[in-house]
């Protein structure tokens, strides 16, 4: 079973910057494609951004728009999202998660061990 901690969140006004990160077991940044994902209130959980062999990122941009950056750190089995200009809009418990394959998946059906998440609200 892999174990996944995300953290980071908080609370923030809008315009804002949170870095959250999320511990992985050992050995599974680098052999697992690792995504974050984002569910609001009242709303379906949706993907915001993974990355996988190579290093290699894909982004939900309707969501991100430039605005969020993720990046891995195989040596310490973390994988981090920056997140800038935030919008209340951004606000959710925001979700890590791993699958094992090679494609960077965006459907939540694909990834097999979760995080227990981490709240971040965006104040207006």
């Known amino acids: 079973q892999v174990m996944l901690v995300e953290s980071g969140g908080g609370s923030v006004q809008a315009g804002g910057s949170l870095r959250l990160s999320c511990a992985a077991s050992e050995g599974t940044v680098s052999n697992h494609v690792m995504g974050w994902f984002r569910q609001a209130p009242g709303k379906e959980r949706e993907f915001v951004a993974a990355?996988?062999?190579?290093?290699?990122?894909?982004y939900n941009e309707d969501v991100v728009k430039g605005r969020f950056t993720l990046f891995r750190d195989i040596a310490k089995d973390t994988v981090n999202l920056q997140m800038n200009s935030l919008k209340p809009e951004d606000t959710a418990v925001y979700f890590c998660a791993c699958a094992r394959g090679f494609e960077l998946y965006t459907t939540r059906r694909m990834y097999t061990d979760w995080g227990q998440g981490t709240q971040v609200t965006v104040s207006s």
């Open positions: 990355t996988g062999y190579g290093g290699g990122t894909r």
